[in-house]
Nanobody
């Protein structure tokens, strides 16, 4: 499956953004989809994951209550709605697909190119 993330940008703290990740290729609805992020000089960090059906999701504690992951299998797209953004949310955000509902990046077989999110104070 090929993944393409979009929707990043620069904004002030407290604002909102919605990231999208469009998939093509193998059947999108069979994969669990995750969002990860990587800030400069840091490792790739788990953000959120949604199950293949969209019925189950899980969030990193740092974003829980502010971010919402969702998917539209008819459109082969997964979303990350980000509200109440903070400067520490600044990172390159990546979407990824896995056959397992897990939190660690190593389990994800397919990755999209990242999209930059920059939050200023």
């Amino acid at each position: 499956v090929q993944l393409q993330a979009s929707g990043g940008g620069s904004l002030q703290a407290g604002g909102s953004l919605r990231l999208s990740c469009a998939a093509s290729g193998r059947t999108f609805s069979t994969f669990h989809m995750g969002w990860f992020r990587q800030a400069p000089g840091q490792g790739r960090e788990f953000v959120a994951v949604v199950s293949s059906s969209g019925s189950t999701d899980y969030y990193a504690s740092s974003v829980k209550g502010r971010f919402t992951i969702s998917r539209d299998n008819a459109k082969n797209t997964v979303y990350l709605q980000m509200n109440a953004l903070k400067p520490e949310d600044t990172a390159v955000y990546y979407c990824a697909a896995s056959e397992r509902f897990v939190l660690y990046a190593g389990a994800y077989s397919y990755w999209g190119r990242g999209t930059q999110v920059t939050v200023s104070s």
